[in-house]
């Protein structure tokens, strides 16, 4: 499993999770902001768009919320590697 951090404006963040959940290898994506973790979504591997869609809604929304309050914050994201989808 691979980790990545991005560290982004407020109001980038949620394009940002979306552009990454339509990448669809994406297992996990926290939020954190000045050290902790304000929000966390685990995604399931092989779910199809649609389902990940409607399951990430709630999440988005409080994604944006939360993004309107700060000015900047961290991702951090866990990608399924391609040798872990098999």
């Avoid at 994406?26 to 954190?32: D, T």
Wanted: with cysteine.
């Amino acid at each position: 499993m691979a980790t990545e951090k991005f560290t982004i404006s407020g109001d980038e963040v949620v394009q940002k999770v979306k552009k990454l959940i339509h990448e669809g290898n994406i297992r996990r994506v926290r939020v954190i902001h000045k050290g902790n973790t304000v929000l966390e979504m685990p995604l399931t591997i092989g779910a199809s768009a649609a389902a990940v869609g409607i399951v990430a809604a709630p999440f988005l929304a409080a994604l944006g919320a939360f993004a309107a309050l700060v000015t900047e914050c961290t991702l951090e994201v866990e990608k399924v590697e391609e040798t872990e989808k098999k």
